[in-house]
């Protein structure tokens, strides 16, 4: 079927597919200005194959994309990619390099993850189920350039868990040289994450530097 669909795309400036019934295939390739549109509650299954959109996909309707095997997958392209459902099964893990994939929902199993690379994007309109835990989900980052996006809408009881990287350019030399940050998770460990450095939390009422809550830069501990 992979083959179908990149000879189908390569030649149709526009192509509109009206799936019913479910498709098995080992990769989806969709080329500079071809166009990939879905309809009523398709099911697609892609098992060890790419994605590689430099085209259009869209969804008009409901249905579910699966990325199953045993292989590493890679998203890849600059094309607008909007899927609505979308489930992860997937061992060998997804590394996700298109520009921008929308989606409804995004399920990943406990076998298998998503890495989204620097200046990438993930946007999921409704919510994530990451059965796999810290593992699941990584974000990449990077000291000279935009860090990944993930954007979700899970309720407070519900809580995505991810690996998120952070690079911080504060260091000690003659003086201090802080940085300023808003770490992108509801909570994080302590140690190890920040063994060896030293974080303050600002309090903008307040004066000078210390432990107590009167102090403009309040000494986080442990605890």
Do not use: C
């Not at 509109?16 to 299954?45: D, E, F, V």
């Amino acid at each position: 079927m992979k083959s179908i669909i990149q000879q189908l795309l390569r030649v149709s400036l526009l192509f509109a597919w009206i799936l019913s019934s479910p498709l098995h295939g080992q990769g989806i390739k969709i080329s500079s200005g071809a166009y990939l549109k879905t309809y009523g509650t398709p099911y697609i299954i892609v098992k060890d194959g790419n994605l590689s959109n430099s085209g259009t996909w869209s969804s008009s309707g409901t249905g579910l994309t699966t990325f199953s095997g045993t292989s590493p997958v890679l998203f890849s392209g600059y094309g607008t990619t909007v899927m609505y459902d979308v489930l992860l099964s997937n061992t060998g893990g997804i590394l996700q390099q298109i520009r921008q994939v929308d989606m409804h929902n995004l399920n990943i199993t406990s076998s298998s993850m998503m890495t989204i690379d620097t200046a990438k994007a993930v946007i999921v309109s409704n919510v994530i189920d990451n059965q796999r835990g810290t593992d699941g989900l990584y974000l990449r980052s990077r000291a000279d350039g935009i860090n990944a996006t993930l954007v979700f809408h899970n309720s407070y009881s519900s809580p995505v868990s991810a690996t998120v990287e952070m690079y911080s350019k504060a260091y000690k030399g003659t003086s201090y040289k802080w940085q300023y940050f808003g770490i992108p998770l509801r909570s994080v460990v302590a140690s190890p994450t920040f063994d060896g450095t030293y974080v303050r939390k600002h309090n903008e009422p307040g004066w000078n530097a210390g432990y107590t809550n009167a102090n403009l830069w309040i000494s986080q501990t442990n605890s």
